[in-house]
């Protein structure tokens, strides 16, 4: 029986190979059936068991053994059933963990079968551990992302539920997380920034939250806010419309203060009386302006004629400034009306407004008129002061230093003229009506004041002609004859006056040349006024 399950085991090894320890136990295990058979032949022996007994006895020891080996196989080959499902059953599972972790199928490298089993079965438990350890992170990363888009009320990152997350989801998710912190605490710090100007407005302006919006925003605190571009956008448009009421009120007060400082000036309250020091917020100084200005205004009204005539004198002194003729301040009807009344004061203070506006807005132009008026007043009494036959009694040196001036007007006057006549071109251009000096366009009343000069000049030309064909006689203090005074240095002053020796050499007749003013000229040519010396036209343009 030995050798036969020695010879069994035998033929079941592949020919050619090499004697394994499981051949060498094999071997053994032969070797003790026929050792242990012998014995049961010797015990059988020795109790005289005969030879059809004998073979029963045999037949039922190989039976036991048939069985216990048909048992053995039998188990091995359940458990090489079993090994290759278990091979069926991994590879199953580890393909369908590479195709949730998006990983190319597995190829095992594992030559038998248990070795390819328990290949499998580990490479499923590492498969199974990364899947583990994705899901958890992705579960993490969720919970954050969803807290932080739920106070920047934004769409989180979507993933399935129950989806295994590949490594390009999980690193687009913690791209997004990033992002959405960054802009978390971007738009914390515009909320932080915008509350803290709200609520410096709403106190400055006297402002109590009164929606729930404002409540939310000023009151709670900031974890409870939510951070939407919506909230952000509503935040800053009540922050303008707190500016603008900032604005207003400020304008208010501005005007409220004007006012006052108004009243004070017509009213003539001394310096010492004149406070304004309102504290508190701008609507509680507002208040406190208003009360002070109904009070000026109270004042006002009982001493309204005194007030009103001092307006009236204040509109005259805008009048003189912008050189308003007789009839133009005639046409403000309201300046004789003797009913002082607060309707009346009321066109008083319009019309002094409207005259100072006007002033101030034209003020270069009426600078530039009052300059002009001077210098040709100071012109026309050097014209009249060269005019003087006594001018030459004056040796002080005077008298070039009037000619000097005389001819250096002469040639400013026009060019300021002209200066003005730019000047008022672009502002009729402007406003589509004259400008007027004395309630006539400026170029006429330029135009009237040379012609009027020069009439004069020809009057005083007519009287010298008639005093030359009479003949004076110029006082000296001593005779020609008897001075050291080369001939050489007798000055010829304007080129108008000559010394012709008299035979008595006593006195002396004084032989004028003509004025240039007094020359003939072309009239039907336009001239250079600030070329002429002594100019006694003006043409109008």
Known sequence: LGTICLGLWNSSTPAGTMARKSQVLASSIGHLLDTKLVKLQNIWDDVGIQ???????????????EELLDQMIHEEELMKKQLEAAIKNWNGKLQALC???????????????????????????????????????????????????????KTPYYIPTGKVPSLQELEELKNHLLSAA???????????????????????????????????????????????????????VLRHQLKVKKQELLATQESLQKQICSLWNTLQIPLEK??????????????????????????????????????????????????????????FTFLSDENFTEELLKVHDEELVKITLHYQKCQELFVNVEKWEHWWKVFLELEKKASDPNRFSNRGGTLLKEEKERCLLQKKIPKLEEEIKLYMARWETEHGCPFLIYGQRFTTYFADQWEQHRLKKVQEKRCVKKEDGIGFKTPLKRALGASSTPQSKIRKLNGSSNFISNSGGSTYKRARKPPLAAQKRDFTRKSNVSGQLNSTTLENP
């Open 51 to 65: 030879e059809d007994k004998r073979l029963e006895r045999m037949a039922s020891a190989k039976k036991c053994i």
């Open 99 to 153: 195709f949730e972790l998006l990983l190319n199928p597995y190829t095992a490298e594992s030559s038998t079968p248990l070795q390819l089993e328990k290949e499998l079965r580990d490479r499923v438990e590492a498969l199974l551990e990364e899947k583990n350890s994705r899901m958890a992170e992705c579960e993490i990363l969720l919970k954050e992302d969803q807290a932080l888009c739920t106070d920047l009320c």
């Open 182 to 236: 960054k802009e978390k605490e971007h738009r914390l710090a515009t909320f932080l920034g915008l509350r803290n100007d709200i609520t410096k407005l709403m106190t400055e302006i006297d402002h109590f939250p009164d929606t729930t919006f404002e409540k939310d925003a000023v009151l709670e605190e900031e974890n409870l806010f939510f951070l939407s571009d919506e909230n952000i956008k509503s935040l800053e």
């Open 274 to 331: 004149q406070n304004m020091c309102a504290t508190g917020s701008l609507h509680q100084v507002n208040t406190a302006l208003q009360l002070q200005l109904e009070q000026l205004q109270q004042m006002q009204t009982k001493n309204i004629k005194q007030i009103i005539t001092r307006t009236r004198q204040e509109l005259n002194t805008y009048w003189d400034k912008c050189f308003y003729s007789q009839e133009q301040r005639e046409e």
